[in-house]
């Protein structure tokens, strides 16, 4: 059984900085793409940021691009999302998903389940607020 665990969220200043992390157990995790998605209440799920299983390719929506960076490390079948310089706009409850053996791209954003992102955590609420 595939287990997804985020976690690092919580009540963060703006200008914070804090890495979320993902554990992922269950799955040979180095096979496999990692993306992470948020969705504020009331929004459509927005598409954030991607890993290749290898870690060598990597993809971020226009919205935090130069702002946040992801990084994996297959030996502890974790991703971290390095989230810098947080607006209260980036307020979201931030998901960890995977299961798709293809590149990254706007194409995991735009249809997830198609693209084979199968198993999802149950998400951590980042608040950016003073």
């Known amino acids: 059984q595939v287990r997804i665990v985020e976690s690092g969220g919580g009540l963060v200043q703006p200008g914070g900085s804090p890495r979320l992390s993902c554990v992922v157990s269950?799955?040979?995790?180095?096979?496999?793409?990692i993306v992470w998605f948020r969705q504020a209440p009331g929004k459509e799920r927005e598409g954030v940021s991607c890993?290749?299983?290898?870690?060598?390719?990597?993809d971020y929506a226009d919205s935090v691009k130069g702002r946040f960076a992801i990084s994996r490390d297959n030996t502890k079948n974790t991703v971290y999302l390095q989230v810098n310089s947080l607006k209260p706009e980036d307020t979201n409850v931030y998901y960890c998903?995977?299961?798709?053996?293809?590149?990254?791209?706007?194409?995991?954003?735009?249809?997830?389940?198609?693209?084979?992102?199968?198993?999802w955590g149950k998400g951590i609420l980042v608040t950016v607020s003073s």
């Open positions: 998903t995977t299961g798709g053996r293809y590149p990254c791209g706007s194409h995991y954003y735009t249809s997830p389940h198609y693209y084979g992102l199968d198993y």
């Open positions: 890993i290749s299983s290898t870690g060598d390719s990597t």
């Open positions: 269950g799955l040979a995790l180095d096979a496999y793409a």
